[in-house]
T-cell receptor
Framework: DAKTTQPTSMDCAEGRAANLPCNHS???????VYWYRQIHSQGPQYIIH???NNETNEMASLIITEDRKSSTLILPHATLRDTAVYYC???????????FGDGTTLTVKP | DVKVTQSSRYLVKRTGEKVFLECVQD?????MFWYRQDPGLGLRLIYF???????EKGDIPEGYSVSREKKERFSLILESASTNQTSMYLC?????????????FGEGSWLTVV
């Protein structure tokens, strides 16, 4: 699996959009981009994933650059409950091994 | 909803004890994983399994073994627990198949070795 690079931490004001970047410059053609988040003391929770096109669901939007070397997770209206560690990973469809990096600690402030 | 259940949420074991961490998933997933998570180190993959009786080493397999006798169950074994294995352990599963496949995580098992 390709490696990912994320900023260690970010702050966001409550009610504003949180934009979390991820670099995955060595991504290969059959690897998807996934985002998970982990709230303290819980297991990671799936947010969204995509291959080439931008994706949106009830939780977030995922913007993938045309060359697929980076992506951005967007939480449109961050709340205090969105404070968590956010992980960006890339993996193949049937890949057994899935490697997580250190993630970005997002702190939403009142 | 997919459910990944880890049998023990909190455990305290003594150095040298044999420890079993059990994980069960109810969605017939082929792939199962064990990670450990330590402050500042993110999630590190210990072992994974892509089928019954099949296993592969992850990034940090030393001091651990695994067992997958049935598709739904994946056990992590610490043959002789040591204090540096104090950590939170996360089990996960995902199906095989075409298209992106989400990884589903359990709630974690906090192990303290004294």
């Amino acid at each position: 699996d390709a490696k990912t690079t994320q900023p260690t931490s970010m702050d966001c004001a409550e009610g504003r959009a949180a934009n979390l970047p991820c670099n995955h410059s060595t991504i290969s053609g059959n690897e998807y981009v996934y985002w998970y988040r982990q709230i303290h003391s819980q297991g990671p929770q799936y947010i969204i994933h995509g291959l080439k096109n931008n994706e949106t669901n009830e939780m977030a939007s995922l913007i993938i650059t045309e060359d697929r070397k980076s992506s951005t997770l967007i939480l449109p209206h961050a709340t205090l409950r969105d404070t968590a560690v956010y992980y960006c990973i890339v993996r193949e469809t049937n890949a057994g091994k899935s490697t997580f990096g250190d993630g970005t600690t997002l702190t939403v402030k009142p | 909803d997919v459910k990944v259940t880890q049998s023990s949420r909190y455990l305290v074991k003594r150095t040298g004890e044999k420890v079993f961490l059990e994980c069960v998933q109810d969605m017939d997933h082929e792939n199962m994983f064990w990670y450990r998570q330590d402050p500042g180190l993110g999630l590190r993959l210990i072992y994974f399994s892509y089928d019954v009786k099949m296993k592969e080493k992850g990034d940090i397999p030393e001091g651990y073994s695994v067992s997958r006798e049935k598709k739904e169950r994946f056990s992590l074994i610490l043959e002789s627990a040591s204090t540096n294995q104090t950590s939170m352990y996360l089990c996960a599963s995902t199906p095989q198949g075409q298209g992106g496949n989400t990884i589903y995580f359990g709630e974690g098992s906090w192990l303290t070795v004294v």
